[in-house]
């Protein structure tokens, strides 16, 4: 999967047996090898071939091995009350997490040549069967969760448990293997029975983060695992829901097994023949394209009382609803003098999300920059994109005080009407506690202008 098409939802990576990240080497020596490769193969294909054919030749006889006796490799019931114990401790709620952990454990130990899996074989196998099966809620971040699980188990990392098991390997026996002391043998393990009675002696929680702010909750994002849909009558996209006689004689995507029941309903002695006035066309319901553009005021004023700590709270709660609906999201944060695109229109939100710990606060507040560079995202959107659904969201404490002109109550009532004629929805959410406002509240002022909702946080 490509993260810049927007990341894969977690009952969709469960589907997923292991998790291998694919990323370029940042060491200079190793990319520097990685070029005299290439150029060696372009110079001559053949013998670059030969010189490395006895070393495939050693990895095939590997793998043919280790398909010989995978069916006789044995788990020590220890072992796989660890794996099934892990696997609760990090809340993960399949069961395939630890069906395909144990199968990679006895994958692993039989191409090492050994018969009985040991410890270091299932901290592999945890390493890739369990890594992206931790994200139970949007930009959480996996590797660090499971990285401090196993450092728990074994107090080291599972990298520097494999530079163990690789210095050790002169040490491995033949089909029962060597392994660690303490890991292996015919009784169960010192060591194992203490990392059980560890787990066993942690409380389990598998806790929600509820959603706290209950007055801003609405149905902006629609319900279900998509957003919002709608009603199409000749066209190819959607999932068919009913069909009905074609407008105008408009035949296209025709429903064959509904015209061929209207014409028996009409006519049930054979031959059927499908008339004209009994043809169907299918009705479809389709997912409607959607933009939500996010406004983030990181201005001066948000320091006072926490109030950009508020707003990343908002902010974060947007972004996990439009990562479950799939939606195409923008960030544009407005400080000093003008407005900053942090995002452009995309679905890779977990970009978006590790930004905001970057992003600086301080300076003017310029409203308008911010409303003018969101219209901008918004007609292009439209032009792109048939009847699309868009929404603004503002998070601020409505202090705006750098303007485009020297009317701002003007410019702001001509910028809704910019909005409000394009079909964008608008909701704000001002986060000022309720305190003597000294300032007007221009944002209060735009939405409702512009006909959006206003939200104030308590």
């Known amino acids: 999967m490509n993260p810049e098409e927007g990341m894969l939802r977690p009952q969709i990576l469960d589907r997923f047996g292991l998790y291998i990240p694919v990323e370029a080497s940042m060491s200079p020596d190793e990319r520097a090898e990685i070029v005299e490769r290439v150029e060696e193969f372009a110079r001559d294909p053949i013998a670059f071939y030969r010189k490395w054919e006895p070393m495939e030749k050693q990895i095939e006889e590997r793998i043919a091995r280790a398909r010989e006796i995978i069916n006789s490799v044995t788990m020590d019931r220890d072992l796989l009350k660890l794996v099934t114990t892990t696997v609760v401790k990090l809340g993960i709620k399949t069961h395939r997490a630890e069906i395909v952990t144990?199968?990679?454990a006895k994958a692993i130990a039989a191409l090492d040549g050994r018969t009985r899996v040991n410890l270091n074989d299932v901290l592999k196998a945890m390493e890739l069967a369990l890594r992206h099966r931790l994200k139970s809620k949007p930009f959480e971040e996996p590797q660090k969760r499971f990285e401090e699980v196993v450092k728990g188990l074994t107090g080291e990392k599972p990298e520097q448990k494999e530079q163990e098991e690789r210095s050790k390997g002169s040490d491995r026996g033949g089909a029962q293997g060597g392994g660690a002391p303490g890991v292996m043998g015919s009784g169960r393990s010192n060591r194992v029975e203490t990392l059980l009675k560890n787990l066993s002696e942690t409380p389990v929680s598998l806790v929600k983060e509820p959603y706290n702010d209950a007055n801003i909750q609405s149905n902006i994002f629609g319900k279900g695992s998509r957003e919002f849909k709608t009603i199409a009558i000749a066209s190819f996209k959607g999932v068919a829901i009913d069909a009905i006689p074609p407008a105008k004689q408009m035949l296209v995507d025709v429903d064959l097994p509904a015209s061929l029941r209207a014409s028996v309903a009409l006519n049930p002695t054979p031959p059927i023949a499908i008339r004209p006035s009994c043809i169907r066309v299918r009705v479809r319901k389709e997912r409607v394209p959607a933009l939500h553009t996010i406004l983030l005021d990181t201005s001066g004023s948000m320091l006072i009382g926490k109030r950009i700590s508020v707003a990343k709270h908002i902010l974060k709660t947007l972004m996990e609803e439009a990562y479950v609906k799939r939606t195409f999201v923008s960030l544009i944060v407005f400080r000093g003098e003008d407005a900053v695109i942090i995002a452009e229109p995309t679905r890779n939100l977990?970009?978006?999300?590790?930004?905001?710990?970057?992003?600086?606060?301080?300076?003017?507040?310029?409203?308008?920059?911010?409303?003018?560079?969101?219209?901008?995202?918004?007609k292009t959107f439209k032009r792109v994109f048939k009847e699309p659904k868009m929404v603004l969201h503002i998070i601020s404490d409505g202090r705006a005080n750098i303007f485009l002109t020297k009317n701002p109550r003007k410019e702001i009532l001509e910028l809704a009407e910019e909005y409000r004629r394009l079909g964008v929805e608008v909701v704000t959410y001002n986060t000022a506690l309720n305190t003597i406002a000294i300032m007007p509240d221009y944002m209060k002022l735009f939405a409702e202008a512009v006909g959006g909702r206003y939200y104030k946080y308590r």
């Open 102 to 104: 144990v199968r990679t």
């Open 350 to 378: 977990e970009a978006i999300f590790r930004s905001l710990e970057e992003i600086p606060v301080g300076g003017s507040t310029p409203f308008t920059a911010a409303l003018l560079k969101a219209l901008n995202y918004f």
